[in-house]
């Protein structure tokens, strides 16, 4: 398996990124837990959980990087589809009303996005590896 691009301002970034979205799903979630917040709150632990898995520098486990990079993929792109369908501010969902939750979700949604196309750049080989 080459190496790949796990340091420097893309790892940061990808640390940076995944906070954040664990941290609007946990604050939405505490927010309205009366009403199905739970799912929130959950799922921003599933974003900590493996954040901890990506950012972990235990070498023995440093081989399986590429299946905690891909979880995260699959786990992000499931949390963009579902709010797709049934989300606060979504089109699809229903009527978009301008709040600062729906603000919040677009900007989440964003960030989302921009998650998973670092972590694809960051599974990619880094060039001195194609030699």
Do not use: C, Q
């Amino acid at each position: 398996m080459p190496a790949t691009r796990n340091n420097g301002a893309l790892r940061i970034a990808i640390i940076a990124l995944t906070l954040f979205t664990a941290v609007v799903h946990v604050w939405l979630g505490l927010g309205f837990l009366a009403g199905g917040g739970w799912a929130f709150v959950l799922n921003g632990a599933g974003y900590l959980t493996l954040l901890m898995l990506y950012a972990a520098p235990w070498r023995p486990l440093a081989h399986l990087s590429w299946i905690v990079r891909w979880l995260l993929i699959a786990y992000t792109a499931i949390t963009v589809i579902a709010w797709i369908f049934i989300g606060t501010g979504s089109p699809i969902a229903g009527p978009v009303v301008i709040s600062p939750e729906t603000l919040v979700a677009y900007a989440d949604k964003a960030a989302e996005v921009v998650l998973i196309v670092l972590l694809w750049l960051d599974g990619l080989p880094r060039s001195e590896d194609a030699v």
